[in-house]
């Protein structure tokens, strides 16, 4: 569940996780360290808003990578 995800990122033992929230926070940091804002955001699934099948279907062909 990603809204449970981005509350982890944000909690002080984050690393107890899963690594893949390790691994988004360090890459976030590193962003924030060259100066760009990270903003993560909730979005609710199949709620349709407009954008949010196309960008399922492009998470979904990301994990095959």
């Known amino acids: 569940e990603t809204m449970g995800a ?9 690393q107890a996780y899963h690594e893949i929230i390790t691994e988004i ?3 976030a940091s590193t ?4 100066g760009i ?3 993560l955001h ?7 808003l407009e954008g949010n099948d196309r960008a399922d279907q ?8």
């Open 42 to 48: 909730w979005v609710p699934s199949h709620v349709n």
């Open 25 to 27: 926070y360090i890459k």
């Open 6 to 14: 981005l509350t982890v990122i944000t909690t002080p033992n984050f």
């Open 37 to 39: 804002q990270v903003i």
């Open 31 to 34: 962003l924030r360290q060259c």
């Open 58 to 65: 492009l998470a979904n062909e990301a994990t095959c990578l």
